[in-house]
Nanobody
Framework: VQVVESGGGLVQPGGSLTLSCETSGLVFRVAPMAWYRQAPGRERELVAS???????YYADSVRGRFTISRSNADKRATLHMSSLKPEDTAVYYC????????WGHGTQVTVSS
């Protein structure tokens, strides 16, 4: 199973960024997907998740600013981030499966002027 994130980068406060998570080797349509992030010196935290039937969860810190979605046809999960704040700076990880089972290597998101 492979989980590969892309789309990170440097963005100014108030800006937007979209992260993509491509998968292979798993039955994507039944896999719950999630995005986590880890800032320097902090523990990894759950940002958003989406079940196989499209139910979503958001951390309080990102609700209303981030949107998670999935494409079963493309085997891809997406995290659209808007109104970004410096405190959103972190390495963002995509996960797949229950518990979860599979992780990507992460993509850096830096929010700074």
């Amino acid at each position: 199973v492979q989980v590969v994130e892309s789309g990170g980068g440097l963005v100014q406060p108030g800006g937007s960024l979209t992260l993509s998570c491509e998968t292979s080797g798993l039955v994507f349509r039944v896999a719950p997907m999630a995005w986590y992030r880890q800032a320097p010196g902090r523990e990894r935290e759950l940002v958003a998740s989406i079940t196989s039937v499209g139910s979503t969860y958001y951390a309080d810190s990102v609700r209303g600013r981030f949107t998670i979605s999935r494409s079963n046809a493309d085997k891809r999960a997406t995290l659209h981030m808007s109104s970004l704040k410096p405190e959103d700076t972190a390495v963002y990880y995509c996960s797949a499966g229950n518990n979860p089972e599979y992780w990507g290597h992460g993509t850096q998101v830096t929010v700074s002027s």
